[in-house]
């Protein structure tokens, strides 16, 4: 069955709506997880580097988890699985209200919420695309500031209800928020399928179809065609032989099932025949799949720019990710007095990461800026800042960098653009996956790193060095990749002039 054209609005607007706040809803406690890190640090008194796993898992997690969730969205259906998420994502909350120490966290509250925040992405975006079309940019994007607006408005919520609650209804209450991501998938009606379906075709019909990759439908009609005539020519040697040429109809009741008996076991063996020859094929295409796959891999790595994208967005998460989640204590580390916090840091780098995604998108879209290097320039500029952490003394020099490290942060929106620019639209859905996967490595190592770092030193500035230095390698090693290769792979070689020949006629003389 063929789902009906988007309709590029209508109902798409409210799909729009619920995932916006279903972004909200899921991700707004995971990334303002700064405010609760100080929480546990407190109260479990582990090390820094060990008790950043909590937040690190509950980013990392969804991103290393994206195949099995777009196998589960595919299967299931949005709506099903934004239910079952909501489900896992509040439970995850609720039940990390009674950890008794950090390691009953890295399960409640890293893998499970964390889980559940992929599985909802994955089926928010989905929804989404197909519901639109050609306002596809426009709908992801408004779907995309859920998470940095719940970002913004989390940090200072779960403060406040953490001085009125304690730690414990902090998690409860905020994990009953959660609960309305139930109501929001409610909304996620499918989009219909054509009301004239293609007729079925049967089991057999199909078969040829299905592996045609091999060219064996003649073999596969060959089997059965020699089965058919083992068939028959035994069912009449044994009417022949038994019965005396005698008409089947005119057998008594006794011989009939006595034939049937007989003719079962011919039956069985055909059927088991062919679905043997059946298993077989199957085996043949999921290994030629494989071997499909792991040749396009290898096929992608061999592209430069490609491979220092990879280095590149890994090294990113390694350094860039550990902000959003240790600024708050980085202000602590700094002896800033809590009586000049206007707002949390990381509130600001949450507003801040919003209007960076939506300004970026629109340079994104100029013909005369190129969106590779507008990207070189983020992670350059963020690397910086990084690296300036450690010279912030004050509450106002960390708003500035807190600001500057959540509007680049905000590079996310053009990074598809950079992949579809490095190997083309046709191999876009394989290379995101593999740099997703990669980056929810990074995003999983990262703030356990830049922890682990203080643990050591006892302050942030080596830290932040590290995490600095990072994010300027990887930005340097993809500028100097793309500086002779950029568009090599899509350019346009033009095509040889066709050759002109004169000829002359012979003179007379």
């Not at 120490?101 to 919420?113: D, R, T």
């Amino acid at each position: 069955m063929e789902l009906k054209k988007s309709p590029d609005g209508g109902w798409g607007w409210v799909i729009v709506l619920v995932s916006f706040f279903t972004q909200f809803l899921c991700y707004g406690s995971p990334l303002a997880v700064g405010v609760l890190y100080i929480e546990w640090l407190d109260a479990f008194g582990e090390g820094k580097g060990k008790t950043a796993w909590v937040g690190s898992l509950a980013s990392g997690v969804g991103l290393l988890a994206s195949p099995v969730c777009s196998l589960c969205v595919s299967s299931f259906g949005a709506r099903a699985v934004t239910i079952f998420s909501g489900f896992l994502v509040a439970g995850g909350l609720m039940l990390s209200s009674f950890a008794p120490n950090v390691y009953f966290l890295f399960f409640s509250y890293g893998i499970v919420v964390g889980l559940g925040c992929g599985l909802l992405y994955t089926a928010t975006v989905t929804i989404t695309c197909q519901y639109f079309d050609s306002r596809r940019g426009l709908a992801l994007g408004l779907i995309s500031t859920g998470s940095s607006v719940g970002l913004f408005v989390y940090a200072p919520l779960q403060r406040m209800l953490i001085e009125f609650y304690g730690l414990d209804g902090c998690l409860l209450i905020v994990g009953a928020l959660a609960l309305n991501i139930l109501a929001c998938g409610s909304l996620m009606r499918p989009l219909q399928t054509s009301d004239c379906p293609l007729p079925e075709k049967t089991a057999l019909e199909n078969v040829p179809d299905r592996y045609s990759l091999y060219n064996e439908k003649e073999n596969l009609e060959e089997n059965i065609h020699i089965l058919d005539k083992s068939h028959g020519s035994e069912g009449k040697g044994k009417d022949a032989s038994a019965y005396g040429g005698w008409r089947q109809e005119n057998l008594p009741q006794k011989n009939l099932m006595t034939v049937a008996h007989t003719r079962e076991p011919e039956t069985y063996r055909k059927k088991v025949a062919e679905h043997t020859y059946v298993c077989k094929q199957l085996a043949k295409r999921k290994w030629q799949l494989y071997k499909n796959y792991c040749g396009a891999t290898v096929s992608l790595f061999r592209n430069k720019v490609f491979s220092a994208l990879f280095i590149a967005i890994f090294l990113f998460d390694i350094g860039g990710f550990p902000p959003s989640l240790l600024m708050e204590d980085v202000a602590r580390s700094s002896n800033v007095k809590k009586e000049e916090f206007g707002m949390p840091l990381v509130s600001i780098i949450g507003i801040m990461t919003a209007v960076g995604k939506v300004l970026l998108g629109i340079l994104a879209d100029f013909k005369w800026i190129n969106t590779l290097y507008l990207y070189v320039a983020t992670l350059i500029i963020m690397g910086l800042a990084l690296c300036a952490i450690p010279f912030a003394k004050t509450y106002v020099t960390l708003v500035i960098l807190s600001g500057i490290l959540g509007f680049f942060t905000g590079n996310w929106s053009i990074f598809p653009y950079v992949t579809t620019k490095t190997v083309g639209i046709e191999k876009l859905a394989h290379a995101y996956g593999i740099l997703m996967f990669f980056a929810g490595v990074g995003s999983s190592l990262g703030p356990p790193i830049i922890g682990w770092f203080y643990d050591w030193t006892q302050t942030y500035d080596f830290a932040f060095y590290f995490s600095g230095f990072c994010v300027l390698v990887g930005g340097f090693i993809l500028l100097l990749a793309a500086l002779p290769r950029w568009d090599m792979g899509n350019k346009q070689f033009p095509k040889p002039t066709p050759r002109t020949f004169l000829y002359k006629v012979a003179s007379n003389v």
